[in-house]
């Protein structure tokens, strides 16, 4: 097994939360005088920072998309959090990963204070050694490289790595997400990553943000990860 750690991206990879993001995302939108129902764009919203994409999608200024993220959170907190699927096949995928022994971490930009409450309540919690998102806005763990990083901080506190041969771990490690963030995230943190299309990247997003491997289906990433 040349690959023993597995981390995972949670929305887009895990669950397909856009339904909760997108209405989260509109809601906000809507408080601040402005009706979007174009889903494309409001699917951009899924994965990155939430404060940086209404700066970039709609040019807020800090401000501004600061307010906006409390808008979204209003809504999202109690209802939108809950308008989640698992993607077919995830537990039996991360079931039958536990059973060729490897280690599975999550690591998403989304802020950790949502994660707990995700993953138990579709009862996937058992299957992560670790679970790392983001800090909420001021935090300095933002990006999907800083996620990573403090991944690797748990894991050896957990004594599930060698905290004195971190760049062995790293190279038993790979990264797997369905955004050019993940892909990205894991070049700046020195590990291998793989890109799924079943997610929400945008047409040739994954090849243009350089992923070592791509699959299509959630099927396709226990196969691919026992040929590594």
Known sequence: ????????????????????????????????????????????????????????????????????????????????????????????????LKSDGYIIALATCKPEIYVPRILEYFNVDKYFDVAVGSELEGGERRHKNQVIDEVFVRLAAAGLADADNLPETKSQSIMIGDRKDDILGAKASGIDSMGVRYGFAE??????????????????IRKKLKTL
Do not use: C, W
């Open 1 to 96: 097994m040349t690959k023993r750690y597995i981390l995972f991206d949670l929305d887009g990879t895990i669950t397909d939360s856009s339904e909760g993001i997108t209405k989260s995302v509109q809601h906000a939108l809507k408080k601040l005088g402005i009706e979007e129902n174009d889903q494309a764009m409001l699917r951009r919203f899924i994965g990155p920072p939430l404060d940086e994409s209404f700066e970039k999608f709609y040019g807020f200024d800090k401000e501004k998309a600061l307010k906006a993220v409390d808008y979204y959170r209003e809504r999202y907190s109690d209802k939108g959090i809950y308008e989640n699927v698992l993607f077919d096949g995830i537990a039996d995928m991360l079931e039958g």
């Open 203 to 220: 047409e040739q997003e994954l090849e243009i943000a350089g992923a070592d491997y791509i699959v299509e289906t959630v099927e396709d």
